[in-house]
């Protein structure tokens, strides 16, 4: 079956402007995370969704960073006023159940802010 | 949070010798799961221990979870180019069931 997927899969934007990254995780999967991993670095949680839960935003950097995910299902990265930092490959992760399972990742977003 | 402390950062090795990674935890782990990330690519899960003492292999890698589930080993045999990449270990915490990753390995392998 289909993976997640992520879109665009590359993004390239002007300091100042808003971006939106997507997720499509696999079908079914309650649980979503979003993760940024700068180059050769590890990753970076982000954000976590279980279910109807209330997501743990505790890894969001600042308040530029937002995310919604609606209906249980597709998800959105939202950075405002990008700036050059937050230049990275942002990954979204799905898994079946609950979050300790198993995580399917997307191919990512590699976002370039110029 | 849960946090796993992993090491080395990097590792670089000749074809053919071996490598291990190792990941630690102050606090008793549920599970441990262990994910590859080749160069450009994204995490794929290889594998997960549930038990004290579990050993698993996948052919030239053996995964060992520790007998106080506190801490966690990947060794590779015979090391080959394919192997290249970042290992990451990934446990649960806390009472959302967050999967927390450490912060890889990299292993380069010099032919």
Redesign the interface.
């Known amino acids: 079956g289909a993976g997640v997927s992520q879109s665009p899969s590359n993004k390239v934007t002007e300091k100042g402007k808003d971006v939106e990254l997507r997720c499509d995780p696999i079908s079914g999967h309650t ?1 979503l ?1 979003w ?1 940024r991993q700068s180059l ?1 670095q ?2 970076e ?1 982000l954000i ?1 969704f ?1 279910g109807n ?1 209330a997501p ?1 935003k ?1 890894g969001l950097p600042s308040d530029r960073f937002s995310a919604e995910r609606t209906g249980g299902s597709v998800s959105t990265l939202t950075i405002q006023r990008t700036q050059q930092e937050d230049s990275a490959v942002y ?1 979204c ?1 799905s ?1 079946p159940r ?3 399972e ?7 977003t590699r976002l370039l802010v110029l | 949070g849960q946090q796993v402390m992993q090491i080395p950062q990097y590792q670089h090795v000749q074809e053919g010798e071996d490598f291990t990674t190792y990941c630690n935890s102050s606090t008793t782990l549920s599970n441990i799961q262990w994910y590859k990330q080749r160069p450009g690519g994204h995490p794929v899960f290889l594998i997960q221990l549930v038990k004290s003492g579990e050993v698993k292999k996948q052919k030239r890698l053996t995964f060992q979870f520790g007998e106080a589930k506190k801490n966690s080993s990947l060794h590779i045999t015979a090391t080959q180019t394919t192997d290249v990449g970042t290992y990451f270990c990934a446990a649960v915490g806390g009472s959302n069931y967050k999967l927390t990753f450490g912060k890889g390995t990299l292993l380069t392998v010099n032919p």
């Open positions: 649980a995370y993760y050769g590890g990753l949680f976590y279980q839960s743990d505790s990954l992760a898994s609950q979050g300790g198993t995580q399917y990742f997307g191919p990512g």
